[in-house]
């Protein structure tokens, strides 16, 4: 169990309620909104009808014509207060997604290299390095906002978003790291790609990642990527 | 039953009442931009409220029904033949199988709806039709539709009115039911100047000092050419004296109203992403985000900030007019 963190619980317009915590990109309040949004998945109130959580903010989506905000706000305190948060790391998915870096097709790796004065090598390894975490899914169907990037690897957006952007692109966007699941525009650097399924709309769950999952990046050549699979643990 | 697509129009797409349950995995609402005037087309011709229709935009498509069919146009005024001559709005029409339906220039608003009685069959990806144009999800392949396209459409037998048997056979290419709906759902108040949309403060509102905030709910603001269904992008005399910055990304919803920092406010659509880092001075209420829809380029509009009793009040209108329109077109059939 964990420390309650303080959250404040505001009307989102006149079909939705915002749970905002303090704004930040962290594990701990993150821990705390998937939390939320498990339990209250687990056991509806009513008068709801879908949950999205995001780095540091849950927004709970209301019927259509559910008045009744205030009562719900109380509710929402109400489990916010009694929330417990687990800290048990093995209880969370470990996905593995193996990485082919570099490669011929819109790599800003050489310019990510640049930026941040390390070696491809360097690169590759700093990225490899870490396990990340799935702080939310977003922009695009299936695709994961990880946190617990090197700070030495952040780079800024480009300044002109990229028209096209290939699917299993792994990119890099501030101290964000993401990968895409289906071609997009974008404006995130991209350093490498996978071959991993991240959306299905046909499979049950539909997304490979859920909030709350551990992830690790693997590096592979070339030759291996059509054929390297995920490892789920 | 098909239709078959001989030009695709500005953007039209497969859209029913939209996706719910999957943002939390980053997949939108989507579905009609005007969602009453596809409820009201899917009403006049006996389909149910979860029925697909065709949402089109600007300018519609040129199509032809293969079999048999009973159809209706809702939403923004359309200029539409069938076989070459003139049919009306939200009258829904008898066409026999090969006539040819010509859509022009929407009139009166942005987006137009053509229902046909058993809807758009295609298979629903994620519990709807709708077509996520971003997301390259449902509708036909996740995309806007092409000519040579032919959509499926459902046998449409429902008990009360069926297509194909209440033709004559007297040569005509179309017959006009006897019953129609004199106004739209909501109404369209671009023609005669500003449309005003109603929203609530945003989170982000009180970052902005009172004389900003003042101007900024004061300001008429005009819809750029960018403007798609995931937002609408506005530019108007207001200027940012100070950026808010930029956030952790948060939630968002159709009608959030962000200020990016070059100051100039994005509405978000239906097609609206499910997340986003911009801050969040306003969110237009649920009664008035199909007027949104029906907003066009140049269109102008100013924001009128209400409480959330009045949201509800507004929405509560709505429903009842639509349901009065429901229940009116359940006594006739009958």
């Known amino acids: ?233 | 039953m098909s239709i078959r697509i001989l030009a695709p129009g500005f953007q039209t797409t497969v859209q029913d009442r939209g996706r719910s349950g999957w943002r939390a995995l980053g997949v939108g609402q989507s579905g009609a931009a005007d969602g009453p005037a596809l409820r009201l087309g899917n009403q006049l011709v006996g389909n149910g409220d979860d029925d697909a229709g065709l949402e089109l935009t600007l300018l519609g498509p040129r199509l032809r029904f293969l079999d048999h069919s009973f159809f209706v146009l809702t939403g923004s005024d359309i200029v539409a033949e069938l076989g070459g001559r003139s049919i009306p709005m939200r009258r829904p029409v008898w066409a026999r199988a090969g006539s040819e339906l010509t859509l022009g220039a929407c009139q009166t608003g942005a987006r137009s709806y053509l229902c046909m009685a058993g809807g758009v069959d295609v298979p629903p990806v994620l519990g709807s039709r709708s077509t996520d144009v971003t997301g390259r999800l449902g509708g036909l392949l996740g995309r806007p539709l092409q000519a040579g396209d032919v959509l499926p459409i459902g046998s449409g037998d429902s008990a009360r009115w069926r297509p194909g048997a209440a033709i004559p056979d007297d040569g005509e290419p179309f017959r006009l039911a006897r019953f129609f709906v004199q106004e739209n759902a909501h109404s369209y108040l671009t023609a005669h100047g500003s449309a005003i949309v109603r929203v609530t403060l945003g989170s982000h509102a009180a970052e902005l000092d009172a004389r900003a905030r003042a101007e900024f709910f004061a300001t008429e603001w005009q819809l750029t050419p960018e403007s798609s269904r995931m937002g609408v992008r506005l530019d108007g005399a207001w200027r940012l004296q100070e950026p808010l910055g930029e956030l952790v990304s948060e939630p968002l919803v159709p009608g959030t109203v962000q200020l990016p920092p070059g100051g100039r406010p994005i509405v978000l659509g239906v097609e609206a992403p499910t997340t986003g880092g911009y801050p969040r001075v306003a969110q237009v209420i649920a009664a008035d985000l199909p007027l949104l829809g029906q907003l066009r380029p140049a269109d102008k509009l100013r924001f009128s900030v209400v409480d959330l009793d009045a949201a509800h009040a507004a929405w509560r209108l709505q429903e009842d007019r639509l349901l009065r329109i429901a229940l009116g077109l359940k006594l006739r059939a009958e």
């Open chain 1, 1 to 233: 169990m964990r420390q309650q963190l303080s959250a404040q619980i505001e009307p989102f317009g006149d079909t939705a309620v915002l749970i905002r915590w303090q704004q930040i990109i962290d594990p701990i309040v993150n821990a705390q909104v998937c939390a939320l949004a498990a339990d209250l998945g687990e056991h509806p109130l009513a008068g709801v009808l879908e949950l999205v959580p995001s780095y540091s903010s849950l927004a709970v989506l209301l019927e259509p014509g559910f008045a009744a905000a205030d009562e719900l706000i109380a509710r929402l305190r109400e489990r916010l207060d009694q929330l417990e948060v687990s800290d048990d790391e093995s209880a969370r998915r470990l996905i593995t997604v193996p990485v082919c870096y570099g490669g011929p097709e819109a790599s800003d790796l050489r310019e990510v290299s640049e930026r941040t004065g390390l070696a491809l090598e360097e690169v590759i390894a700093r990225h490899t390095a870490p396990e990340y975490r799935v702080a939310m899914l977003g922009f695009l169907p299936g695709f994961p906002y990880l946190m617990g990037l090197d700070p030495r690897l952040s780079v800024a957006r480009k300044l002109t978003p990229r028209v096209w952007v290939p699917a299993g692109s792994v990119a890099i966007g501030g101290s964000q790291t993401g990968i895409y699941p289906c071609e997009s525009p974008g404006g995130w650097q991209i350093i490498g790609r996978t071959a991993a399924v991240l959306f299905d709309a046909r499979s049950r769950p539909p997304a490979l990642f859920c909030p709350g999952d551990r992830v690790r990046f693997r590096p592979i050549s070339a030759k291996e990527l059509p054929l390297a699979k995920v490892q789920i643990q």
